[in-house]
Nanobody
Framework: QVQLVESGGGLVQAGGSLRLSCAAS????????MGWYRQAPGKQRELVAS???????NYADSVKGRFTISTDNAKNTVHLQMNSLKPEDTAVYYC???????????WGQGTQVTVSS
């Protein structure tokens, strides 16, 4: 059974930083893509960053240069380092395997990020 537990969110001022973590069970990081998603109030959930098993990373244009995704395969954990945060980054952040996200499966509870101006 896949379980995803996100943590590290909080309230931060614009320009600040946060580091999100996602602990996963039932997934082998070394052979899976992982992604960080976010959903702001009234908006659809969107993919903001992904990392492949070959360490290829992709970012949404809105976060490129500010966010960095990384994995710790030994701990089955994926991180999202978020710098230069903006109020528009305010959302609930989730991690998932992209194929599971497409199937709308295995979402965790997410972690709230609030950026004040």
């Amino acid at each position: 059974q896949v379980q995803l537990v996100e943590s590290g969110g909080g309230l931060v001022q614009a320009g600040g930083s946060l580091r999100l973590s996602c602990a996963a069970s039932g997934i082998t990081f070394s052979i899976n893509h992982m992604g960080w998603y976010r959903q702001a109030p009234g908006k659809q959930r969107e993919l903001v960053a992904s990392i492949s098993s070959a360490d290829r990373r992709n970012y949404a244009d809105s976060v490129k240069g500010r966010f960095t995704i990384s994995t710790d395969n030994a701990k089955n954990t994926v991180h999202l380092q978020m710098n230069s945060l903006k109020p528009e980054d305010t959302a609930v952040y989730y991690c998932n395997v992209p194929i599971y996200a497409t199937l709308n499966k295995y979402w965790g509870q997410g972690t709230q990020v609030t950026v004040s101006s």
